[in-house]
């Protein structure tokens, strides 16, 4: 009985999930965050509902199938995450950036050296802090031509490169 | 309670095959599809449940090591225009 309502709950649970993450395939802005959306079918959609299939099953070779079956999707969702996201990155498809879209209204974020800067580089001359953030020399002088592909020209290069939201070739 | 996760898994398929349809990029549609995989493993395990028939979890796990391949491929492909490439120019 318990284990029954146990098992009920965890499928609850899994397909709540997973529609969850669908919706979030549909609705999410770009390749990068449907990814991220997408993840949660294949971890806690699929793993919750699995796991209330093996309470479900108890302890017999169905569960033991249903565990080869949870094994094999915990394994291969990264792989298969990270293939597509380094074919997309090879296909020049960047991320989107909060900062694209905001434009300049983070500017008065106050953290300059922890911040991807707009790829465009036209928000940053529109900001009139952008300036003065160059001349202190904390790591803003930032020259990226027109594509986003940014050019190691400062000693900071590698606290950006930390940030993970900005892909240097 | 296994209908009720046949329904939510099927509303979850429907949305990922419009998510296929709409892409804008081929690694949407290669997304879609790999989140098509896993839903319809996940399908096949509950309809094993919902009929009493647990052959099916057997076709579930070679559809789930199908799907990586298949995905692997399919991206291979797009990366590099073909599937036999050379070893060393890698990168």
């Known amino acids: 009985m318990v284990l029954e309502l146990a098992s ?4 609850a649970a899994g397909g709540l999930f997973t ?4 919706l979030g395939l549909v609705r999410m802005p770009e390749l990068f965050t ?3 959306a997408a993840s949660v079918i294949d971890t806690l959609g699929a793993g919750l509902m699995l796991l209330g299939m093996m309470l479900a099953a108890g302890l017999s070779l169905v569960s033991l199938k249903l565990l080869f079956i949870l094994g094999l999707l915990v394994f291969t969702g990264p792989v298969v995450t990270h293939a597509l996201a380094r074919a997309a990155l090879h296909e ?4 989107l950036l909060a900062e694209d879209r ?6 008065e974020d106050g953290r300059g050296a922890s911040r991807a800067e707009d790829g465009r580089g036209a928000s940053r001359a529109e900001d009139g802090r952008g300036a003065s953030r160059a001349e202190d020399g904390r790591g803003a002088s930032r020259a990226e031509d ?10 900071r290069g590698a606290s950006r490169a930390e ?3 900005r ?3 | 309670m296994f209908a009720a996760a046949t329904i939510a898994i099927l509303v979850s398929l429907v949305l990922a095959v419009i998510r296929a349809i709409k892409g804008p990029t081929v690694f949407d549609r290669a997304l879609a599809g790999n989140a098509v995989g896993t839903l319809a493993i996940l399908l096949l395990a509950v309809l094993g449940f919902l009929t009493d028939r647990p052959e099916f979890l057997d076709i579930g796990l070679t559809y789930g090591l199908l799907n990586l391949i298949g995905t692997l491929a399919v991206l291979k492909f797009f990366r590099r225009g073909d599937l036999a490439y050379d070893m060393e120019d890698q990168g």
């Not at chain 1, 529609?19 to 669908?22: L, P």
């Open chain 1, 167 to 169: 892909i240097s070739r």
């Open chain 1, 146 to 155: 027109g594509r986003g592909v940014s050019r190691a020209e400062d000693d």
């Open chain 1, 92 to 95: 020049n498809i960047k991320p």
């Open chain 1, 8 to 11: 009920w709950v965890l499928m």
């Open chain 1, 34 to 36: 449907r990814m991220h």
């Open chain 1, 102 to 107: 905001r434009g300049a209204s983070r500017a």
């Open chain 1, 19 to 22: 529609m969850i993450g669908a």
């Open chain 1, 163 to 165: 940030d993970g939201r």
